[in-house]
């Protein structure tokens, strides 16, 4: 998937809330994932991520003590963030519902990088046959749904509180366009490791493979509508786009291909000529996303083709295989029936996977207390201090 909005870290927390860590931008695991930075392998534990969203929400509930108009702080603190990407951009913006989307913004990240890391094959049993267990599969799942209720939360709850002048001089990968596009990417991704958990199932029908092929091909869909109205001309936007055309065309084929063998269950001729035309409109498709794919990972920055994995492993062997076979089978009927040779419409269904819902911690207790205002050292000085204190190690 295409890189994420750029991964924005503040230069310091509060003292209380210090952290020493580091994120980079890299090519991602799960299907050369845009939708994630990978952290560097001392973090790379679940401990870590997990200390780190707790500090998150810690903080979360201290800011928005700051974003409240009542207690008139609102534009007090100056918060610096720096591009990692870049390495020399910082933004600085005095504004704590910046601040408070920014937060948010990377506690979605951690959770696609986390998701990542479950999709990492591994060695269990010391025979040197990596694989992606079923339990990573589904908490890889459920890790993308989370990371979409974080973005859906910054879209609909956060963005609009920031002022406009602020938002117009964001990065263009901080688009609300930009955002909702990912979310939805996850939901898709999400979709596709079901179909591949379906695909090794020997209980899953056929109808239930076609459905998860049909709902992974309406959410890159809308990801992609998503995209189309944004300005892409940041550094991966182009490429962000490429990678769901590309995800696009994987699914359509897929879906055509689940529903010609539906299809091909039926006993009536149209059934077998409506089939073989779904089987080749799959295989059409499936060598279209691998123009897109390589497409993909030409556009800058270029990246290694990532390799096949779960369902589309699979599909990639048996599309062509059951599109030649089967139009050998039926090619009597094809030429009988060609006033119905044409592609059926696939079935419209339902989606299953939503963003999960997302809210703030509660404020902290310490903004209800009325001693507050009379600490020794205002909050501005303290994180000015703080700041000193860091670039001075």
């Not at 990692?84 to 913006?93: A, I, K, M, N």
């Not at 990371?147 to 939360?153: D, H, T, V």
């Not at 059926?344 to 989606?351: A, E, I, M, R, T």
Request: aromatic fraction near 8%; glycine fraction near 6%; proline fraction near 5%.
């Amino acid at each position: 998937m295409p890189r994420s909005p750029s991964f924005l870290f503040p230069d310091s927390f509060p003292s209380c809330l210090s952290l020493d860590m580091e994120v980079s931008a890299s090519h991602s695991i799960l299907e050369a994932s845009f939708l994630s930075h990978s952290l560097p392998l001392s973090a790379y534990s679940g401990s870590a991520i997990t200390e780190l969203r707790q500090a998150l929400e810690e903080y979360l509930s201290i800011l928005i003590g700051l974003a409240k108009k009542e207690h008139g702080l609102e534009d007090l603190v100056v918060f610096k963030w720096k591009n990692l990407g870049d390495g020399r951009q910082e933004t600085c913006v005095a504004n704590a519902w910046f601040e408070l989307f920014s937060v948010v913004h990377m506690m979605a990240m951690l959770a696609l990088s986390e998701a990542d890391t479950l999709m990492i094959p591994k060695d269990y049993s010391g025979s040197g046959f990596r694989v992606v267990s079923t339990d990573c599969k589904r908490d890889a799942v459920d890790l993308l749904l989370k990371a979409a209720g974080y973005l859906e939360f910054c879209v609909r709850n956060v963005l609009s509180r920031i002022p406009a002048e602020i938002r117009t001089s964001l990065s263009k990968d901080l688009q609300d366009g930009v955002l909702e596009a990912i979310s939805i990417q996850a939901l898709g991704q999400g979709t596709e490791i079901q179909l591949g958990l379906a695909v090794e199932s020997q209980k899953a029908t056929l109808s239930v493979k076609r459905r998860l092929a049909c709902e992974q091909l309406i959410y890159y869909g809308q990801a992609y509508q998503c995209l189309s109205g944004c300005d892409l001309s940041h550094g991966y936007g182009k490429k962000q786009m490429w990678f769901i055309k590309w995800k696009f065309l994987e699914a359509k084929a897929a879906a055509y291909y689940y529903h010609g063998l539906v299809l091909d269950k039926g006993n009536e001729p149209t059934c077998h000529v409506s089939a073989v035309c779904c089987f080749l409109a799959a295989q059409e498709l499936l060598v279209e996303s691998k123009k897109t794919r390589i497409t993909f990972c030409l556009a800058a920055p270029v990246t290694r083709a990532p390799p096949l994995w779960g369902a589309m492993k699979h599909l990639h062997q048996k599309i062509p295989e059951v599109a030649s076979r089967k139009s050998q089978m039926y090619g009597y009927l094809l030429e009988q029936e060609k006033a119905l040779q044409s592609l059926p419409d696939l079935p419209d269904f339902q989606l299953s996977l939503r963003p999960d819902d997302y809210e703030l911690p509660g404020i902290d207790p310490a903004w209800d207390s009325e001693k507050w205002e009379k600490q020794s050292q205002p909050l501005k000085e303290h994180l000015k201090d703080t700041e000193d204190e860091i670039e001075t190690e």
